[in-house]
């Protein structure tokens, strides 16, 4: 059937806001979806009590850490933490310009997944734009190794996530999801899956200052005899791999536009999906950038590179 793509750029048509916690810091902060003109991309606009503050672009130049989460800035300044699950959720929407305003360092953690991001953006609808959508063409392969772990972009006529995670808890073990991406699968199979992590490592974490906020309210937590603690379980039977695929589809966001390939990681990680964006920019042999140029019944929409940058130039 040939890949089935969207033409023009989108953004929210209102503006939408929430208020939660920081899964790191602890703290109370308030985020709000703003509409945005075509080619703007995605901004985090950091306010102050004037209402006024630094901006953030979306772009994998601006990650300043990738230890537990995905940060932009500087991590000993200003900066966005946690930035992977709201991505995750712009992406697998397809909203390609927002503005999200914030009150504070670190986007809330909510139930641990990217739902209520999709609810927000919901409430807010999604507006075409009259200006064509420009895709990242993967064309041929891409890989980065660290120890056991890899990750790679291959050529493919759609965008595709194929993720791996091998942990030697029973509780997780080896899982694979691998899925075409588009609106309807990413809410349904994967924008529910919780962030997870041991009871083990929380009190090692507490003491750096880290995971003050997590709670069985917003993570999947494993105890010390490798079962599930939560009440209510798993949403899915292998929800783990599927919040991994979450955060990779958020890291990868950073790009700046959609890709058209297949990504593939085994145990990856936060680090290892922005080592491996990093490898697929720095080289223009690896990819182009293409939009769409007409749509047939019954056919695939026509492709064809063009010059025009991304919505902000990246540095390599």
Known sequence: ????????QTTVKTR?????????SGKEVSISFLPADADTGIVFALLNGDGQGREFRALFSEIGATDLCTMLGDPSGEH???????MA?????????VIIEIDGYEV??????AMAFVEAIDQAGIETLAVKRRYIRVVKPVRIENGASWAE?????????EVEIDFESPAIGRQLFASDINADIFRRDIARARTFGFMKDVERLWAAGYALGSSLENSLVIGDDNRVINMGGLRYPNEFVRHKTLDAMGDLALAGARFIGCFR????????????????????TAFEIVETTRRERGRAAEMNAVNAPLYAPWMI
Not at 16 to 24: E, F, I, M, N
Not at 89 to 97: E, H, M, R, T
Not at 265 to 282: D, Q
């Open 265 to 284: 990681s085994y145990r990856g990680g936060h680090r290892l999906n922005a080592a491996a964006l990093r490898r697929l920019l720095s080289d223009r």
């Open 89 to 97: 959720a712009l992406f697998g929407l397809g909203i390609d310009n």
């Open 153 to 161: 972009f291959r050529p493919y006529d759609g965008t595709r996530f």
């Open 1 to 8: 059937m040939g890949i089935v793509l969207h033409d023009h």
């Open 80 to 86: 966005i933490a946690t930035v992977e699950h709201i």
């Open 16 to 24: 939408a806001s929430l208020t939660g916690t920081g899964v790191h």
């Open 108 to 113: 809330p953690i909510l139930d641990g997944s």
